[in-house]
């Protein structure tokens, strides 16, 4: 029965295999064997007019000349008559969606050889024309051209990826012999980011097509979608269905399907929120089934795992939350299978070793749990194993790996499992991806690895490894393109790594134990981690290494015990987008060719010793976002020409020695600001209204300098202040390996922030000569989570509105010379943790209630003489009477007499009550009865509601055990 099965599945692959075959020889061959056949003259001219309207940069179509036209690229004519047949211009340059994006030079590439312009009607008169391709290039958002409908004898139509946008055309549906019809916008299966979009009215006019075998549609958005699957189900000649990304979000009931030859059907990223119909079943022929990104829930139909072709089952993305049934085992034609994010609970069945096809097993991102079954083992056509991000316990043997010599990848990271392999175990595989991070490897490191001979990534970071790098590993890593060993405790000397001819290259070992001078730089490396370390000595010189400041984008190396300078070499490493020496020893002078870092994002050197005037030239880094050099010694006034950094949105230069003018500047040229600290300098004059204009700004902090004058009324405006958390959208980190780190006084204290940063809202102004009255505008910033005016010589009265400060964390106005007394609504403000009102002339009644009650330090109140109140001991006026017993205006004094006098008449009165109801019952015989039935009717009732209860509770149990 196996086999018939099998050989069945032979056969279909056979057959599909067998019809492109004929399409390809019918409709691409042409070019070939009709390549010595003259073209007709009307026709030729209408393709140079076709060219004429295109966009050709890379001149794809330079052979179109001459009178031969089926000599032309792309064209192919028929041999019986000499008419043009085909016209295959899809761009051929490879189409890599991870380079796309990344590689500057790589897009501009792709972009170049991409065929744009308009299409040309004349290629109507091309009426035997069968085959017309003008994939993967970019036509800029023109929209479909209707007239391609009037081509009749169009079989082959491929307008995919090629940047049309706008409404297909209806006219479409004329091409009654097409037989391969492909619009959509997804190569290698998913969207590429175009800019252009498809919409289509609905899909009623692809039902004229019946002779269609192929559709892709996918990114097409569909307006009218409840009938979709309707129309296509008047195609019984399907044989390959995608309509992935198209935003369906509901499969229509269907009684009965007509396209029952289907081996291909993909559905993935639609919205779906339902159990998997029932009707894939009735596909017998289906062999590969897409339905990743969906909101798919409840169980796996058994029906559809019956499907015995089935070779691909993909179910990633969705919300089933259910156990794996061992039906599952049952299709053993499955080649791949991919379970990942979802909510798949309990263990893997036993039985997969049974898939004796199976090539890629995704299973990761779920809730299994248990044991990994030693039957994995048996899968010996296994490449690809994910088991990652579940909650797997127990060991792994060299029998879980027993029979997996094909085995490429594997990962088992963010699992609870553990190695129990000999150190002589020699693996029948050479893996080239290994994730073994979060699980338990350590303490030595793997043994095994060292067989490893074609390993390009290997990740085991935070894997419990106590151990210094082995010999033998320098022979692993040398090779490696991807290496991460972070959050370990490995000891020693950092590794040492030789030129090799990968390029790319990531090496992370950030928070290890690693000691010593740093020898080199990775070469080829594109980053290159090594933070949080105990490294010493000076950074390491290029060594005339041409090749890093090609490539290295990200240089973290802060968090060590450095020393020396930062070497001018730096500034050779022209392609950086981060650079992150904080936290060492450094000192010396900023070199002023770091201006020549036109591409640096991030540039961090706080927290060291560095010295000097900050150089002028940083001025002409205006791609900077993040600029961090607070924490050391520099002193002078701000480089002016730092207004140029147009982009710069986080500027943290306190705790130096700078000095001048609080320029006006910072306002005018940094309007994207976001967080601009410059505590603890000598800055003076006055607080600019400039500063108003930053409406990004989120963090202020200019406290312990000499400015004078008064907090600008303005500050009310500074919009991002005012906007709550849940309106507020967290700025990019820009790639950075860690978020970025600053430190903020708040709650009386120096605190840092990290991930949480881009919700910060901070005022600090404390520790200036600042003068006048707390401005009432500032009650406007309801975002705020901390103000701190305090130590300066501001006067007048807390305003009534700062209950109006509902998001407020952190307040601090002590050692001023405010009066008059503590608002009460500042009681209201419940997020209230920290108060700081001492030393100042406040007076009256400290207020209570709701936060208030917690915030119980005296220390915060005191320095006012006239304040009174918890939590001080002083007592205010009103909370005597005049012969010295509390009254609280007569309150207390009366709410006391009045339990006084309650709690002396509950005795004599409880004892009254209860002789007269027992002398009633003693005399009373009818009284006495009926009381005494009463409580038993009571002690009945209850006795039998809780021996109910009981049984059902035992009954829960029963069935639990």
């Known amino acids: 029965m196996r086999k018939a099965m099998g050989n069945l599945h032979v056969a279909t692959l056979l057959s599909f295999h067998f019809w492109l075959l004929i399409v390809q020889f019918q409709l691409c061959h042409t070019q070939k064997i009709y390549s010595n056949t003259s073209c007709i003259e009307s026709e030729r001219k209408a393709l140079l007019k076709f060219r004429e309207s295109l966009i050709d940069e890379s001149h794809r179509l330079s052979s179109w000349s001459g009178e031969d036209c089926c000599s032309w690229e792309g064209i192919g004519c028929s041999k019986s008559n000499g008419h043009v047949v085909k016209l295959d211009l899809h761009n051929q340059f490879p189409f890599d969606p991870s380079r796309y994006f990344y590689d500057v030079i790589y897009a501009n590439s792709y972009s170049t050889t991409c065929l744009g312009g308009e299409i040309s009607p004349s290629l109507l008169e091309l009426e035997h024309l069968q085959y017309l391709d003008l994939s993967m290039n970019n ?38 012999r097409l037989k391969y ?88 990223g639609n919205g779906f929120s339902s159990p998997i119909p029932l009707w894939f079943s009735n596909v017998t022929s289906l062999m590969n089934l897409h339905l990743e990104g969906n909101y798919f829930f409840g169980p796996i139909p058994d029906s559809l795992l019956h499907l015995n072709s089935l070779t691909l089952l993909h179910l990633s993305s969705n919300s089933f939350r259910t156990s794996l049934p061992d039906s599952l085992c049952n299709l053993s034609s499955l080649a791949y299978v991919d379970l990942s994010f979802n909510h798949f609970q309990g263990s893997l069945p036993v039985c997969l070793g049974k898939l004796s096809s199976l090539t890629i097993l995704h299973v990761h991102s779920n809730e299994f749990s248990g044991t990994i079954p030693t039957s994995l083992g048996q899968l010996t056509k296994l490449q690809r194993l994910r088991l990652a991000d579940n909650p797997f316990t127990g060991m792994l043997s060299d029998f879980h790996f027993a029979n997996l010599r094909e085995l490429k990848i594997l990962d088992i990271s963010s699992t609870l499992l553990s190695w129990n392999v000999s150190s002589m175990w020699i693996p029948p595989f050479q893996l080239q991806y290994i994730h073994m991070g979060s699980t338990k490897l350590g303490p030595p490191f793997p043994s095994w690895l060292q067989t490893q001979r074609e390993v390009n990534t290997l990740i085991m970071s935070n894997a419990s490894i106590s151990d210094t790098i ?68 000076n950074i390491p010189p290029l060594d005339g290494n041409s090749e890093i400041p090609l490539i290295l984008r990200y240089l973290h190396l802060n968090d060590n015990q450095l020393t020396g300078s930062i070497p001018d070499c730096i500034c050779n490493i022209q392609s950086l987008f981060t650079l992150d020496l904080s936290n060492n020893q450094l000192t010396g002078r900023v070199p002023l060719c770091l201006g020549k870092l036109q591409q640096l994002k991030t540039l961090n050197l706080r927290n060291n010793s560095l010295s000097g005037h900050i150089p002028n030239s940083l001025g002409y880094m205006e791609p900077l976002v993040y600029l961090l050099l607070s924490k050391n010694k520099f002193h002078g006034e701000l480089p002016w020409k730092m207004q140029n950094m147009k982009n710069l949105q986080v500027l943290d230069l306190g705790e130096n020695g700078l000095s001048g003018i609080l320029p006006a500047w910072i306002c005018n040229g940094l309007s994207n600001l976001r967080i601009l600290r410059l505590q603890s300098n000598n800055l003076e004059g006055n607080i600019s209204m400039q500063f108003c204009h930053l409406k990004d700004l989120q963090v202020l902090n200019l406290a312990h300098n000499k400015l004078e004058g008064k907090i600008p009324t303005c500050f009310g405006n500074l919009s991002a202040m005012v906007s709550t958390e849940s309106d507020i959208t967290p700025f990019a980190f820009y790639l950075t390996r860690h978020p970025q780190k600053l430190s903020n006084f708040m709650k009386g204290r120096e605190l840092e922030y990290s991930t949480n940063l881009p919700y910060l809202r901070s005022l600090e102004l404390s520790g200036n000569n600042l003068v006048g009255e707390v401005p009432e505008e500032l009650m406007d910033l309801v975002g705020l989570q901390s103000l701190t005016l305090s130590n300066n010589h501001l006067s007048g009265r807390i305003p009534d509105k700062i209950g109006n400060l509902k998001q407020l964390e952190s307040l601090d106005l002590s050692r001023n010379e405010l009066s008059g007394s503590i608002p009460l609504s500042l009681s209201t ?124 509770l035992q009954r829960k149990f029963s069935r639990c055990i």
């Open 139 to 176: 036509f800029s958002g023109i929209p479909i051209p209707t007239f391609l409908g009037s081509l009749r004898n169009l079989r082959y139509l491929d307008l995919s990826s090629a940047g049309f946008e706008g409404m297909v055309p209806d006219d479409l549906g004329n091409l009654s």
């Open 829 to 952: 403000i419940d997020t209230l943790s920290y108060l700081n009102l001492s030393f100042n002339n406040l007076s009256g009644r400290i207020p209570t209630g709701n936060q208030l009650q917690t915030l119980n330090d005296p220390s915060s109140f005191e320095g006012n003489s006239g304040l009174c109140g918890k939590p001080l001991l002083k007592t205010c006026p009103d909370d005597k009477s005049p012969d010295g017993n509390k009254s609280s205006g007569g309150h207390e004094a009366g709410e006391e007499s009045y339990f006084s006098w309650f709690f002396a008449g509950i005795g004599p009165g409880f004892a009254v009550g209860f002789s007269a109801v027992c002398g009633i019952l003693t005399f009373k015989k009818s009284w006495r009865y009926a009381y005494f039935q009463f409580m038993e009717n009571v002690y009945n009732t209850l006795w039998l509601a809780i021996a109910l209860k009981i049984s059902k």
């Open 470 to 537: 082995p010999d033998w590993f320098e022979k692993v890593y040398s090779q490696i393109h991807y290496l991460d060993l972070s959050t370990n405790n490995i000891t020693g000397k950092p590794p040492v790594f030789k030129e090799i001819n990968t390029f790319d290259r990531l090496i992370i070992f950030y928070s290890n134990k690693f000691e010593g001078s740093l020898v080199s730089f990775p070469p080829n490396a594109v980053a290159f981690d090594a933070s949080r370390n105990l490294l010493t000595g």
């Open 181 to 268: 019809l492909h619009l959509g916008d997804a190569p290698q299966g998913w969207s590429f980011g175009s800019d252009f979009t498809l919409t289509a009215k609905d899909l009623w006019w692809i039902a004229k097509l019946s002779s269609l075998e192929s559709l892709d549609l996918s990114g097409v958005q569909i307006v009218n979608k409840g009938d979709w699957l309707h129309a296509v189900n008047m195609l019984p000649s399907l044989l390959s269905l995608t309509l992935a990304g198209c935003d369906l979000k509901t499969i229509p009931p269907v009684s009965h399907i007509n396209f029952t030859s289907l081996t291909s059907l993909d559905l993935k």
